[in-house]
């Protein structure tokens, strides 16, 4: 089965643009996660959905905004970068929320100059 | 607060040695799950293993074994007869699913990862 895709894989912005990151859950995942892992850092949680509503919230910056459409993709919204904002943003998704197991997309790499 | 904490920055072995990776863990909560996660320099996160805090027996996966001991808050993992491939950051992460997160936080807290590196 097709694991969870992420677009696009590479991202380079200049500082207070905008960038948008989509995620492709993995067929019959309800529940979306979002991720950032920073260089040499381990991965934090930002904010997850849960069909289709906001189901919990991390350290995510009120510069950023995430949704989750009627296909259970999921679109991660950060505006006015900011030159820490580089890093690797991870979605990933699971059968249902909670502690089930959740399997994480190959990531996008976000650089802002 | 939920905490995962593994000590080894970094290991470098040569291969076909054993090597063990420790994570220990703290959470105020009865039901919680625990995670191994490989990152290969690809940078993709590889989820290895899942394991819930009422089951203690340990695992083998062909090299793979972890060792959950709850008296301890450890959940270690050994890699037997370690190969190069096997090289790459190893996090180990934790779920909380009872009351005191207000009955389950969505996101894992991971801990700073081990870097390991295998040696031909």
């Known amino acids: 089965a097709a694991g969870v895709i992420q677009s696009p894989r590479h991202l380079i912005k200049e ?16 529940t979306v996660y979002w991720y950032q892992q920073g260089p040499g850092q381990d991965p934090q949680f930002l904010i997850s959905f849960y069909e289709k509503m906001q189901s919990d919230k991390g350290s995510i910056p009120d510069r950023f905004s995430a949704q989750q459409f009627s296909d259970y993709h999921s679109e991660l919204n950060m505006s006015s970068l900011e030159l820490g904002d580089s890093a690797l943003y991870f979605c990933a998704s699971s059968l249902t929320r909670g502690t089930d197991t959740q399997y994480f997309g190959p990531g996008t790499r976000l650089t802002v100059l | 607060a939920q905490k995962v904490t593994q000590a080894q920055t970094e290991i470098s072995v040569v291969e076909k040695e054993d090597v063990t990776l420790d994570c220990v863990y703290e959470t105020r909560d009865t ?14 996160l590889v989820f290895l293993i899942r394991r819930n805090s009422f089951d203690e027996q340990n695992e083998i996966s062909g090299r793979y074994s972890w060792n959950f001991q ?29 009351l005191y997160s207000g009955g389950g936080a969505d996101g894992l807290t991971f801990g700073k990862g081990t870097h390991l590196i295998i040696q031909p």
């Open chain 2, 31 to 44: 039901t919680y799950y625990l995670f191994w996660y490989k990152q290969p320099p690809s940078g993709e």
């Open chain 2, 70 to 98: 709850k008296s301890t808050s450890s959940f270690n993992f050994t890699i037997t007869a370690s190969q190069v491939v096997d090289s790459a950051v190893y996090f180990c992460a934790l779920s909380e699913a009872d």
């Open chain 1, 15 to 30: 500082k207070r643009e905008t960038a948008t990151l989509k995620c492709y859950p993995i067929s019959r995942h309800d």
